[in-house]
């Protein structure tokens, strides 16, 4: 049972563009939400988090929204680098009592941005 | 400061034989997690430690599995007679209260079961 989802294994973009990546729950308990980046043969790196209680949070290049009627969250990067090219994954807590503080990953979406 | 560390990087073992993995968390950090990440997924939980007790260690796969941390720091993670299937990325995460806020990783440590 794949609670947090994220669809696209991989997206391939033009440096400059925007890269959208997307992720989707179905625990309509979680309520805090969080994107890594991952480079091989390190460990997640925090990019950007967002709480329930908002629908957009911004940090310099990065964008995360939140739609919970839709159960579903995107990343944006503006403009994207040949350096930001990684495995996003998408990560959400808050399911209540011993979830609390656990964090239930996506798959993974692998971004490729081509200078 | 440091971030999180994690000994060994890589494990080679044999079948049936016993590993301990090493996590060291940020300085102050109260919380502290380990995850499982397998090829082409994302990690997954395995157990939450809130100072020196196991708040959560609904993760474990089985009773081969154990984690202790018990001065409220350093934290090892115990597997008895691998199996080919534990071969995968073990992952450390540490945070400071635990809870809905964001977790730190360590590199990882790399257990390859023969």
């Known amino acids: 049972d794949q609670q947090v989802k994220q669809n696209s294994p991989s997206l391939s973009v033009q440096e400059g563009r925007i890269s959208i990546l997307n992720c989707d729950y179905t625990?309509?308990?979680?309520?805090?939400f969080l994107w890594y980046k991952k480079y091989p043969a390190e460990g997640p790196t925090f990019l950007i988090s967002?709480?329930?209680?908002?629908d957009k949070n911004e940090d310099g290049r990065f964008t995360v929204f939140l739609n919970k009627s839709a159960k579903h969250l995107s990343l944006h990067i503006v403009p994207s680098q040949p350096g930001d090219s990684a495995v996003y994954f998408c990560a959400a807590s808050g399911a209540g009592g011993t979830s609390y503080g656990k964090l239930t990953f996506g798959q993974g979406t692998i971004l490729t941005v081509h200078p | 400061g440091a971030g999180v560390s994690q000994t060994p990087s890589n494990k080679v073992t044999e079948k049936g034989k016993y590993v301990e993995l090493r996590c060291d968390p940020i300085s102050g950090h109260t919380a502290l997690y380990w995850y499982r990440q397998s090829l082409g997924q994302g990690p997954e939980f395995l157990i939450y430690?809130?100072?020196?007790?196991?708040?959560?260690d609904s993760g474990l796969p089985n009773d081969r599995f154990f984690a202790v941390r018990p001065e409220g720091s350093v934290s090892t993670l115990k597997i008895q007679r691998t199996e080919r299937g534990d071969s995968a990325v073990y992952l450390c995460?540490?945070?400071?209260?635990?809870?809905?806020?964001?977790?730190?990783f360590g590199p990882g440590t790399r257990l390859l079961v023969l």
């Open positions: 625990n309509s308990m979680f309520d805090y």
């Open positions: 995460a540490s945070s400071l209260k635990g809870g809905e806020e964001t977790q730190y």
């Open positions: 430690f809130q100072g020196t007790g196991a708040a959560d």
């Open positions: 967002i709480s329930s209680i908002k």
